[in-house]
């Protein structure tokens, strides 16, 4: 991919970016067949257990933008706080014409931009602790949809957007959600606990289409075309930032639920549903698998609800702390046949591994955001090795990788 960005020194966040995309794919394939060949279940040849890359786009795949407002109300800056090297405080970078952003995306970022100045919104000084708009997010669907949040420090904007929202929704036809987020600490996070509803439906509706090439343990064949499956994405909820590349993850775990066959599953850290409704069956079939999914964030779980309801779908959410959540249920009526995690980068942690390496549980499926806490989490689980594993391109041109093994239990 070509950046004119990186070349100009103006953004690093593509560290990887003078490499070739295939030799990242190949590297990182390699670093993480070193890196957990110790738990694979054929030590003698542990690349055997791995399955071909997932692999993304070059460039246009990024499903998610979060923008950083910096500039006057006059002339909003939307993209990074500062230039690599330069401490805040200087002048933001303009992104709104990255290349990883899907077509309609800088359109939109310009339109935006033309509200702010309309609506005389003043961009947050980090330094000074002046100003009202934070960082502007925008979500896209694979049917090119948006979603537009505006993060404020405050309510006070709101009555100028309102009156100049009109201009913008007649200028974007494909934008379905707007919000705003009031955030009034002055933290790095991205966004704060209030959302209010501007305009626009409850949630942008997200189509994975089905699986393309997602192939069961060791077989040579793709385990065919499946479904597609529409996820409902409410704001403040998790979505993966590479929708392709997610919707083959998500396939890849369904082929390896489907081959299981287990009569219950559990899907801990399920976000807005993904790996839940992927292996989910007709609510109306007479054995229909049990299938429970379970979120902290209430945002999420409303949206993998209202997916579950309309796809008719046999699956149950929770809004819950996974871990606190699995060892109760446990307690109280046993564990399931199969789970399925899919932690942060931090990783499931010392008390959920100790729970499923205690558990009896035959097979797990763990989708990875950073493979070294995966082999932290791994050492602590002897009990598993890696039957499958497959990497997931889900961030090129950065050293960031997903990894998605499936574990079973030695006999």
Not at 51 to 57: C, N
Not at 180 to 191: G, M, Q, S, T, Y
Not at 238 to 253: D, E, K
Request: charged share 20%; net charge negative.
């Amino acid at each position: 991919m070509q950046c004119h960005h990186f070349d100009a020194g103006t953004c690093r966040s593509c560290t990887l970016i003078p490499l070739p995309h295939d030799e990242q794919i190949a590297r990182a394939q390699a670093r993480y067949q070193e890196l957990l060949a110790p738990f694979a279940a054929a030590p003698s040849a542990p690349g055997a257990v791995w399955l071909p890359p997932v692999r993304s786009a070059d460039s246009g795949f990024r499903a998610t933008a979060k923008m950083v407002a910096t500039g006057t109300a006059a002339d909003p800056v939307l993209g990074l706080l500062s230039a690599p090297g330069r401490a805040p405080g200087g002048p933001g970078v303009d992104l709104v014409d990255c290349p990883l952003y899907p077509e309609g995306v800088q359109e939109l970022l310009e339109d935006v931009r033309a509200l702010v100045r309309r609506a005389q919104i003043p961009p947050y000084d980090v330094s000074r602790r002046r100003g009202e708009l934070k960082n502007v997010l925008v979500t896209v669907s694979p049917d090119g949809e948006f979603m537009l949040r505006l993060v404020l420090r405050s309510e006070k904007p709101l009555p100028r957007i309102r009156e100049h929202l009109p201009r913008l929704l007649e200028a974007q036809s494909q934008l379905r959600v707007i919000s705003a987020n009031i955030h009034p600490e002055h933290k790095a996070v991205l966004d704060g606990p209030t959302e209010i509803h501007l305009a626009g439906d409850a949630a942008l509706r997200m189509r994975m289409a089905g699986p393309t090439d997602a192939r069961t343990d060791g077989a040579a064949n793709p385990a065919g075309p499946g479904r597609a499956i529409t996820l409902q994405v409410r704001p403040r909820s998790f979505v993966q930032s590479n929708s392709s590349v997610a919707a083959q993850l998500y396939a890849q775990v369904g082929a390896w639920i489907a081959e299981i066959d287990p009569a219950s599953v559990w899907d801990l850290y399920c976000g807005v549903g993904g790996f839940a409704l992927h292996c989910a069956q007709d609510a109306d079939a007479p054995l229909a698998r049990e299938v429970i999914g379970v979120e902290i964030s209430p945002e999420a779980i409303d949206s993998a609800r209202a997916a579950a309801a309309e796809a008719h779908l046999s699956a149950t959410f929770h809004a819950d702390d996974a871990t606190a959540w699995a060892v109760r249920e446990a307690e109280a009526s046993g564990p399931p046949q199969a789970v399925i995690v899919n932690p942060p980068r931090r990783g499931i942690g010392e008390r959920l591994a100790g729970f499923l390496e205690h558990s009896g549980v035959r097979d797990v499926v763990y989708s990875s955001c950073n493979p070294r806490t995966l082999a932290t989490d791994l050492a602590a689980m002897p009990s598993y090795r890696i039957a499958a594993a497959r990497l997931v391109d889900m961030f090129p041109h950065t050293a960031h990788d997903e990894v998605l093994v499936r574990l079973r239990r030695n006999a």
